[in-house]
């Protein structure tokens, strides 16, 4: 029988899960995925996390709690270092797999291969993937293939968010099913940045994406731009970032402000995020000074209450009808 393999639904789950799970399949495992984040998944995560650790890392130990009660022989949980030349992943993620270790007991074995393609060479990480097929019994070569696989699957994925899908409808369509057909009738352009694990989360956002189309936004987000667009933002800054989520969310945010092309922008930062205190405040200011776009910045933590969310949205929706009403005036 083959051997179960648990996906915790949090982090990088929204980016790169066609990847995985079309590995592990392609090494002869089946993928369990944890539940869709709840109440008792983020209580679990908040008991059992440190105080001081980001909301997301938080629900994300929740999630593997409910992978330990799923009874699978596995938790993979990378040690994802760079997934792009040149750039790193904030620290959180390169010590994921021993920080888990060090506060749940009892874990089934955890694959924890190291994620990293920062000299821009796939070998060490094909490697990585190489020593998970092993322990399923495959060979170099099978491994492989598994794994080229997995990175024709993951580009497929990353072209369906650049036709204009979120992470959560893109890995929708990636798995065969309908999308809901949605109104065409938006009245309003709004951006929003962040990590995908903040919004895509529809718990933890308490459903930002969907609250905003129903009040007629047609929702952009930075994994829908092309990567030029995104380094054409960027590059209005003096200093390259070094972390690539960070370069993405500035890049996005400042290309969005120079070009225009939408009525605001929201940027959501999860409470905890060392990474974040430093690009939304820089956002914030720049915004604040060129005065062309609204920005709203909204902190996401276990103890956000929806009506103080929906307030938030409505107050911003109206806003941004006011200011293009004024403009057409
Ligand atoms: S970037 Fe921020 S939210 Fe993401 S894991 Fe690091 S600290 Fe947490």
């Not at 392609?26 to 001081?52: A, F, P, R, W, Y």
């Not at 750039?87 to 506060?103: A, T």
Request: proline content about 3%; some cysteine.
């Amino acid at each position: 029988m083959s051997k179960t393999v648990g996906i915790p639904k949090g982090l990088l789950y929204y980016d790169f899960y066609p990847m995985w799970k079309t590995f592990f399949e392609g090494v002869g495992s089946k993928v369990v995925v944890s539940q869709d984040t709840n109440k008792k998944i983020l209580d679990e995560g908040v008991k059992n996390c440190v105080e001081d650790a980001c909301l997301p890392v938080k629900t994300y130990v929740g999630h593997v709690i409910n992978l330990k009660e799923k009874n699978v022989d596995y938790i993979f949980i990378p040690r994802v270092v760079s997934v792009e030349r040149k750039k790193y992943l904030c620290s959180k993620f390169l010590g994921l797999p021993d920080f888990i270790k060090s506060l749940i007991g009892d874990l089934p074995p955890i694959i924890d291969i190291e994620i990293n393609y920062y000299k821009n060479n796939d070998k060490f990480t094909q490697n990585e993937f190489i020593k998970i097929g092993r322990m399923f019994g495959k060979t170099k070569d099978q491994s492989l293939k598994a794994y080229f696989k997995a990175t024709h699957q993951q580009k497929k994925f990353e072209s369906l968010l650049k036709e204009g899908l979120t992470n959560l409808e893109a890995l929708k369509v990636w798995e065969g099913k309908n999308l809901v057909k949605e109104e065409s009738n938006y009245d309003l352009k709004i951006a929003v940045i962040a990590h995908p694990y903040d919004i895509m989360d529809e718990y933890i956002s308490m459903g930002i994406i969907e609250k905003l189309k129903n009040m007629g936004a047609q929702v952009y987000t930075m994994e829908m731009l092309e990567r030029d667009l995104i380094l054409e933002g960027v590059s209005m800054l003096s200093k390259e970032m070094f972390w690539n989520y960070e370069r993405d969310i500035l890049g996005a945010g400042l290309y969005f402000l120079k070009q225009k092309n939408v009525d605001g922008v929201i940027m959501v930062s999860a409470f905890g995020c060392g990474p974040n205190s430093m690009t939304e405040e820089l956002l914030e200011r720049i915004y604040k000074r060129e005065k062309e776009v609204p920005f709203m910045l909204i902190t996401i933590d276990e103890h956000s209450g929806e009506a103080g969310i929906m307030t938030r949205l409505e107050a911003f929706t109206d806003l941004l009808r006011f200011n293009k009403k004024a403009v057409m005036v």
